[in-house]
T-cell receptor, first 113, second 113 residues
Framework: DAGVIQSPRHEVTEMGQEVTLRCKPI?????LFWYRQTMMRGLELLIY????????DSGMPEDRFSAKMPNASFSTLKIQPSEPRDSAVYFC???????????FGPGTRLTVL | KNEVEQSPQNLTAQEGEFITINCSYS?????LHWLQQHPGGGIVSLFM???GKKKHGRLIATINIQEKHSSLHITASHPRDSAVYIC???????????????FGKGTLLTVNP
């Protein structure tokens, strides 16, 4: 199995630009998580999908952030407009519902100038 | 007070030493993760456990549910073990959110040759 796949691995953009991060979960997994990691706050859950439906988006910072899961094998996290404080590593993780173990992707390192 | 506390925050060891990293938590849990993150790298799940002890190669994880404490041990440490080790718990919150990971701040381990 290829594991959780994320793209791009690195993204550098300018303030005000739209950023789209992509995630392909492990085949057969029906839970998907987006996390953000910063030095100050560590790892934080942004949003959780189960069977493609957003269950908990309480961690999404503000309206500039949105996430979609149009099918079981693809999810996006969009930031529009981006700000320098959005600079972080964004991780996607997936798991089988009912199994607590989450498998993380390699992350996308976002830098907003 | 954080729900998940790790100690030490930083640990430096010589190659071959026995390493112990501790994790204490203040909530009831369904499961506990030990995760590994190399500098600039992705997050790898080492163990998920809810009772007792698990072993994988030179790594051993134990958990004491009554004392709300877990330890990660590394035997015969090696420079390639240098990484951040993160403890994360899935709490048994009322309302049944059995997916949300609460993360410790991590322990930075450096193993010198």
């Amino acid at each position: 199995d290829a594991g959780v796949i994320q793209s791009p691995r690195h993204e550098v953009t300018e303030m005000g630009q739209e950023v789209t991060l992509r995630c392909k979960p492990i085949s057969g997994h029906n839970s998907l998580f987006w996390y953000r990691q910063t030095m100050m706050r560590g790892l934080e859950l942004l949003i959780y999908f189960n069977n493609n439906v957003p269950i908990d988006d309480s961690g999404m910072p503000e309206d500039r952030f949105s996430a979609k899961m149009p099918n079981a094998s693809f999810s996006t996290l969009k930031i529009q407009p981006s700000e320098p404080r959005d600079s972080a590593v964004y991780f996607c993780a997936s798991s089988l519902a009912g199994n607590y173990e989450q498998f993380f992707g390699p992350g996308t390192r976002l830098t907003v100038l | 007070k954080n729900e998940v506390e790790q100690s030490p925050q930083n640990l430096t060891a010589q190659e071959g030493e026995f390493i112990t990293i501790n994790c204490s938590y203040s909530v009831g849990i369904s499961a506990l993760h030990w995760l590994q993150q190399h500098p600039g790298g992705g997050i790898v799940s080492l163990f998920m456990l809810s009772s007792g002890k698990k072993k994988h190669g030179r790594l051993i994880a134990t958990i004491n549910i009554q004392e709300k404490h877990s330890s990660l041990h590394i035997t015969a440490s090696h420079p390639r073990d240098s990484a951040v080790y993160i403890c994360a718990v899935i709490g048994t919150y009322s309302g049944g959110s059995n997916y949300k990971l609460t993360f410790g701040k991590g322990t930075l381990l450096t193993v010198n040759p």
